[in-house]
């Protein structure tokens, strides 16, 4: 019994924001009780492409394809300050290619052995926290990025082009300011790493990234979504079914619980007049306030009922990823990764995160609303 509670917490844990996700759609069906309506929630092309990018990730993952890639180009440079400067990179372009959460679970391991190795765990706490950064507001460029931002873009039906035009102001103003940080925090101290033979299998690796392709191809609205929900899981079944278990299935049920409570919210007449009116308001500043409390995704999910202004909802929670420890999902990955290693350090931890989150938070808050 006592190792079953244990489990039950251990679980609630490390997946909090999918239990607080849980609870509002339940107390949420009490008010509106369960009915035909209730199919109309769910968002099935964003839970789909979702679920594939994860799958294929995963996949590539076990094979070590994005620990090779970053490990070499790690090897390049010979200091603290460059190499703590192309992990962030790296973390920043593999977010909008392999979504934040996969970011982070991919090259946040490869930070924790870059300082480990050479003896400069001092920069530790600091690297997580840019590459936590640099995941949320790296994966704003692209559809696939962020899972909000496949939602909204999938929602909204907003043209390739446009999505890229709006999120490019902040997504340079967030490179400008990485950069500063990096080169003020990290003095350049000459580093080595040791040397690791690392292979992969071509033909898993032809085949993955046939079927990454496929998943982006399907997030572009090129083909429909349902040939990748019934291709990717057969391949994987026979190739890899380790990486079907690996998927981020609470994420996926986060984004099921909050379709059941966001749809609940929007036909509660006075959560829906008092929501609209502050939309109208700023809807750029309400999402921004809005993710400190309840996170990007479910955020985006919510207020999307109440707004057709898509352009200042797609800024807003996607800058307003960062901040708080809750404003993201993926920056829980990134304090549980942290925490893992220096259980000791958490407030320490926190501190240094609100600050510098926050030094981004404001900047890109002002300039957006201005612009």
Same mark, same amino acid.
């Given at each position: 019994?006592?190792?079953?509670?244990?489990y039950i917490?251990?679980?609630?844990?490390?997946?909090?924001?999918?239990?607080?996700?849980?609870?509002?759609?339940?107390?949420?069906?009490?008010?509106?009780?369960?009915?035909?309506?209730?199919?109309?929630?769910?968002?099935?092309?964003?839970?789909?492409?979702?679920?594939?990018?994860?799958?294929?990730?995963?996949?590539?993952?076990?094979?070590?394809?994005?620990?090779?890639?970053?490990?070499?180009?790690?090897?390049?440079?010979?200091?603290?300050?460059?190499?703590?400067?192309?992990?962030?990179?790296?973390?920043?372009?593999?977010?909008?290619?392999?979504?934040?959460?996969?970011?982070?679970?991919? !090259?946040?391991?490869?930070?924790? %052995?870059? *300082?480990? &190795?050479?003896?400069?765990?001092?920069?530790?706490? @600091?690297?997580? /926290? =840019?590459?936590?950064?640099?995941?949320?507001?790296?994966?704003?460029?692209?559809? !696939?990025?962020?899972?909000?931002? %496949?939602? *909204?873009? &999938?929602?909204?039906?907003?043209?390739?082009?446009? @999505?890229?035009? /709006? =999120?490019?102001?902040?997504?340079?103003?967030?490179?400008?300011?990485?950069?500063?940080?990096?080169?003020?925090?990290?003095?350049?101290?000459?580093?080595?790493?040791?040397?690791?033979?690392?292979?992969?299998?071509?033909?898993?690796?032809?085949?993955?990234?046939?079927?990454?392709?496929?998943?982006?191809?399907?997030?572009?609205?090129?083909?429909?979504?349902?040939?990748?929900?019934?291709?990717?899981?057969?391949?994987?079944?026979?190739?890899?079914?380790?990486?079907?278990?690996?998927?981020?299935?609470?994420?996926?049920?986060?984004?099921?619980?909050?379709?059941?409570?966001?749809?609940?919210?929007?036909?509660?007449?006075?959560?829906?007049?008092?929501?609209?009116?502050?939309?109208?308001?700023?809807?750029?500043?309400?999402?921004?306030?809005?993710?400190?409390?309840?996170?990007?995704?479910?955020?985006?999910i919510l207020?999307?009922?109440f707004t057709?202004?898509?352009?200042?909802?797609?800024?807003?929670?996607?800058?307003?990823?960062?901040?708080?420890?809750?404003?993201?999902?993926?920056?829980?990955?990134?304090?549980?990764?942290?925490?893992?290693?220096?259980?000791?350090?958490?407030?320490?931890?926190?501190?240094?995160?609100?600050?510098?989150?926050?030094?981004?938070?404001?900047?890109?808050?002002?300039?957006?609303?201005?612009?």
């Amino acid at each position: 019994m006592s190792k079953t509670i244990s489990y039950i917490i251990s679980f609630i844990r490390e997946n909090v924001v999918m239990c607080i996700a849980l609870v509002a759609a339940i107390i949420t069906s009490f008010i509106v009780p369960v009915d035909g309506m209730y199919i109309s929630y769910f968002d099935f092309k964003t839970l789909t492409c979702l679920f594939c990018v994860l799958a294929v990730v995963c996949a590539l993952k076990n094979i070590n394809f994005f620990y090779m890639i970053a490990r070499k180009v790690v090897q390049i440079f010979k200091t603290a300050r460059m190499s703590v400067l192309v992990l962030v990179y790296i973390t920043f372009v593999g977010s909008m290619l392999i979504a934040n959460d996969m970011a982070l679970l991919t !090259f946040l391991p490869l930070g924790y %052995l870059l *300082l480990t &190795t050479t003896g400069k765990e001092k920069y530790m706490a @600091f690297t997580f /926290i =840019m590459q936590n950064i640099a995941a949320n507001l790296g994966g704003m460029l692209t559809p !696939f990025g962020n899972p909000q931002n %496949l939602y *909204l873009y &999938t929602k909204f039906n907003i043209p390739n082009d446009e @999505f890229v035009s /709006i =999120m490019f102001l902040p997504f340079v103003i967030s490179v400008i300011i990485i950069t500063i940080c990096c080169i003020i925090y990290v003095k350049p101290e000459k580093l080595q790493l040791p040397d690791e033979k690392i292979e992969i299998n071509p033909l898993r690796t032809t085949i993955y990234m046939l079927m990454f392709a496929l998943s982006i191809v399907i997030v572009f609205r090129t083909i429909p979504y349902w040939i990748g929900l019934i291709v990717i899981p057969i391949v994987l079944f026979f190739m890899d079914r380790k990486a079907l278990k690996m998927v981020d299935y609470p994420l996926l049920l986060t984004f099921v619980f909050f379709f059941i409570f966001s749809g609940n919210m929007a036909r509660i007449s006075v959560v829906r007049e008092f929501l609209s009116f502050l939309l109208e308001k700023s809807t750029l500043l309400f999402s921004v306030v809005s993710c400190q409390f309840i996170s990007n995704v479910p955020s985006a999910i919510l207020l999307s009922q109440f707004t057709t202004n898509y352009r200042d909802l797609l800024v807003g929670v996607n800058i307003g990823g960062v901040g708080t420890l809750i404003a993201s999902l993926a920056s829980l990955i990134t304090f549980r990764e942290y925490i893992k290693h220096n259980p000791g350090k958490t407030f320490y931890y926190i501190g240094k995160f609100l600050a510098y989150n926050f030094v981004f938070l404001i900047p890109l808050t002002a300039i957006m609303m201005i612009v």
